[in-house]
Nanobody
Framework: VQLQASGGGLVQAGGSLRLSCATS????????????VGWFRRAPGKEREFVGAIARGGGVTSYADSVKGRFTVSRDNDKKELYLQMNSLKPEDAAVYYCAADVNAIYYNTPRTEREYDYWGQGTLVTVSS
């Protein structure tokens, strides 16, 4: 399974940005629609942290408290893509954002830890100016 994140860039505080993650490939006979997928980020000098995730089914999502109400995770199973809509961006949101796939996820599960994910994209940089 390959993941390619894109859409990062420079934005002013209070602005919006939409990240995309294109995927390809199968794992264990499963395709994208069978995966739980999520976003993480790593700010300079900090460890990578969970941002948000969306389950295989039911449109179930989960978010870190720091982004709840501002960020939205969505997916398009036909396009095999994952998205992160980021609104009301703050300087502390600046980081490299990574998309990831959990190919063994239970239907409604939204994994929140790195060890639950099997495949990762290369990251896309988001810079927020104050």
């Amino acid at each position: 399974v390959q993941l390619q994140a894109s859409g990062g860039g420079l934005v002013q505080a209070g602005g919006s940005l939409r990240l995309s993650c294109a995927t390809s490939g199968r794992a264990n006979g499963r395709a994208f629609r069978d995966f739980a997928v999520g976003w993480f980020r790593r700010a300079p000098g900090k460890e990578r942290e969970f941002v948000g995730a969306i389950a295989r089914g039911g449109g179930v999502t989960s978010y870190a408290d720091s982004v709840k109400g501002r960020f939205t995770v969505s997916r398009d199973n036909d396009k095999k893509e994952l998205y992160l809509q980021m609104n009301s961006l703050k300087p502390e949101d600046a980081a490299v954002y990574y998309c990831a796939a959990d190919v063994n996820a239970i239907y409604y599960n939204t994994p929140r830890t790195e060890r639950e994910y099997d495949y990762w994209g290369q990251g896309t940089l988001v810079t927020v100016s104050s």
